[in-house]
């Protein structure tokens, strides 16, 4: 089915229909009558076209245009000019040239991207059924193929009730006194140090999720599992040939050995009748729980998700914080008046908790405009299940549809001076749909409040008791699949005397 946004089926399409039917008129009045009559007319016009081998959606399609944009050459399309370069460029540029809706040809597939508020509404949100979560076939295999990104309809519906059963506001309240301990131990680690911050983010951000996925008497399994993951890990983005001694071959079967090692884990959960909060409780229990091997794939899938997003993130305001001294300054006496309330609590209570997280305005502002300017997940993919018809251009079955976060996130449209870092323009809320770095509708990032606290504590702790500088200045920017400062981010810390 051919589907419009609203109203913007346009008077050339309405034109293309007119010329069809007009094409079967006769001289007989008795004929006349019948044919003007709207049924037999569609009637007749449907079997005229398929003596040609063609439907009527296909002839409407046919005449739709596709959008404006360049595709390239054959097969490689223009992969290269997009990787030749900062991706972000390239996008900008096509938007500059072509507007909100182009196409190109990447990486052998023709894909439409999109940079207005309202077509990314479209295709995740309000039109999400027309269009599917894609991924290469290999990140499936290794992922694990039951995991909730490649989803749609009524599993992922299930997974992601399970999912945020664990994630939402509710369970994640009790998990700030974990994910300040976790804080507490990376920081103290560093102390003294020159570190990759990057590299000690991620660590950070996998003990915060693994924390939020098993129980803390499943620990004597956790570091095995930590080594799977980093095998493979390692062969996320390496050809798939799947032949002894390639990276990909060796990340399948760390694969295989983490997905061992988690139904041992659930085995010894049944055993102990163990009713937990966290998500592989959330995954195991209640008439909707999982199989075995859907849990793994779903547990891969959420490190997979949780980890080089939230440890980007954190970097990306160590580097905006330590360029912004007033911005630092504001966000440390915000983090001191913390302090000094958790010292006011009874002995035994000293913690931050759910509610401190909650006062801390200026903080958040700063992770907000963070999310922003750096816009690490600068796009995400879906593929047409159908043709579509949008604004008039059609986006043909099968064909990739992206939309272009970090363009929305760059308009001077929605953000003046877009790529000054700014956190109080947050003061005020952004429009709607300018705003999505946990993207939007059916498959929104259930992790942010997660992502939010673990921010949070790290920063209350780091502001607080610790003093840095970074070694390395530039704008130098790295891909590693997410945008980085160059070389992680080289940070020496210690403590505050
Ligand atoms: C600052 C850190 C994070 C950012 C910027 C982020 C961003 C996103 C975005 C943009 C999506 C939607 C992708 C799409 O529509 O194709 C997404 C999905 C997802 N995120 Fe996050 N994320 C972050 C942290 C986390 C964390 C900590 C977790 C888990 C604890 C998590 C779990 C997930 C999952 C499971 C999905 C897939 C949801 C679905 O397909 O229904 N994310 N994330």
Not at 172 to 201: C, F, H, P
Not at 365 to 374: P, S
Not at 424 to 440: H, L, Y
Request: glycine share 6%.
């Amino acid at each position: 089915m051919l589907w419009t946004l609203g109203c913007t089926m346009n008077t050339t399409t309405a034109a293309t229909y007119t010329t069809i039917n007009g094409a079967t008129t006769t001289g007989v009045s008795m004929w006349l009558f019948l044919l003007l009559c709207p049924p037999v007319l569609a009637l007749l016009c449907s079997k005229l076209l398929r003596a040609f081998g063609l439907s009527p959606l296909a002839a409407a399609r046919q005449k739709l245009p596709l959008p404006p944009g360049t595709m390239g050459w054959p097969y490689v399309g223009e992969t290269f000019q997009l990787y030749s370069k900062n991706p972000n460029a390239f996008f900008a540029e096509k938007q500059k040239r072509y507007g909100s809706v182009f196409k190109t040809h990447i990486l052998g597939c023709p894909c439409v991207m999109i940079s207005s508020p309202d077509a990314a509404k479209f295709v995740l949100s309000t039109r999400a059924t027309l269009f599917k979560p894609t991924f290469p076939a290999s990140k499936e295999r290794m992922i694990g193929r039951q995991a909730i990104f490649f989803q749609q309809g009524d599993y992922h519906a299930c997974l992601r009730r399970l999912v945020v059963r664990a994630f939402g506001p509710d369970a994640i309240r009790d998990k700030v006194a974990g994910v300040e301990a976790a804080a507490i131990a990376a920081l103290r680690s560093w102390n003294g140090r020159l570190i990759n911050t990057y590299q000690e983010m991620k660590t950070y951000a996998f003990n915060v999720a693994l924390l939020s996925i098993f129980d803390k008497d499943e620990l004597c399994y956790i570091e095995e599992v930590k080594q799977c993951y980093y095998t493979l890990e390692k062969g996320y983005n390496s050809m798939p040939i799947n032949l002894p001694g390639t990276l990909f071959h060796k990340a399948m079967r760390a694969r295989r050995q983490l997905a061992e090692r988690v139904a041992e884990i659930i085995a010894s959960r049944r055993k102990r009748g163990v009713a937990a909060t966290d998500l592989l409780g959330s995954f195991m229990e209640g008439k909707e729980a999982l199989t075995d091997d859907q849990i793994s794939d779903n547990i891969i899938g959420v490190i997979f998700a949780a980890r080089d997003t939230t440890a980007s993130v954190l970097t990306w305001i160590v580097k905006y914080l330590t360029e912004n001294p007033r911005f630092l300054q504001a966000v440390t006496e915000e983090q001191e008046e913390v302090r000094r309330s958790k010292e006011q609590a009874e002995e035994g209570d000293k913690c931050l908790t759910w509610a401190h997280t909650k006062k801390m305005p200026i903080t958040s502002r700063v992770i907000q405009e963070t999310l922003r300017v750096a816009s690490i997940l600068s796009f995400t993919f879906r593929e047409a299940v159908e043709d579509v018809e949008y604004q008039g251009y059609l986006i043909p079955k099968g064909w990739k549809v992206l939309p272009l976060f970090r363009n929305i996130h760059h308009s001077p449209d929605f953000f003046s001076e877009p790529d000054k870092f700014d956190p109080s323009r947050f003061e005020v809320a952004p429009k709607p749909n300018t705003f999505m770095p946990f993207g939007n509708g059916t498959h929104s990032c259930p992790g942010n409040e997660l992502a939010k606290l673990e921010v949070l504590a790290l920063l209350h702790h780091l502001t607080t008791k610790y003093r840095w500088s970074l070694p390395e200045s530039g704008n130098g920017i790295q891909f590693a699949p997410f945008a980085l400062p160059m070389n992680g981010l080289p940070m020496r810390v210690s403590l505050k005397t």
